[in-house]
Nanobody, 123 residues
Framework: QVQLVESGGGLVQAGDSLRLSCAASGRTFSIYKMGWFRQPPGQEREFVASILWSSGAPYYADSVKGRFTISRGNAKNTGYLQMDSLKPEDTAVYYC????????????????WGQGTQVTVSS
């Protein structure tokens, strides 16, 4: 019912910036919250940031607070994750997710997921 497609990943050096995009389609009116998660190789998927789709209120994991900025487009069909001061520890596959109800930072709270985009930060 909701389709998500991430883009913008790539290979960068430590200290560089990268902007990820999440294009939403389908029943986008049902989105209550959009989140970004990441999964390093061999590790569990972890929460990065989320945004209340109506008001734009953001929430960040402590590991990215002050470096990453989550936002949405004016038409509310695209989400963004601006990543500044990237570190090698940020290397992971980044996923866009959408929740139709209340959600915080748990993977199970999000119903729809994108295919993921690789972000690699070299030192």
């Amino acid at each position: 019912q909701v389709q998500l497609v991430e883009s913008g990943g790539g290979l960068v050096q430590a200290g560089d910036s990268l902007r990820l995009s999440c294009a939403a389609s389908g029943r986008t009116f049902s989105i209550y919250k959009m989140g970004w998660f990441r999964q390093p190789p061999g590790q569990e998927r972890e929460f990065v940031a989320s945004i209340l789709w109506s008001s734009g209120a953001p929430y960040y994991a402590d590991s990215v607070k002050g470096r990453f900025t989550i936002s949405r487009g004016n038409a509310k069909n695209t989400g963004y994750l601006q990543m500044d001061s990237l570190k090698p520890e940020d290397t992971a596959v980044y996923y866009c997710a959408a929740a139709t109800g209340w959600a915080t930072y748990h993977v199970r709270e999000y119903q729809y997921w994108g295919q993921g985009t690789q972000v690699t930060v070299s030192s």
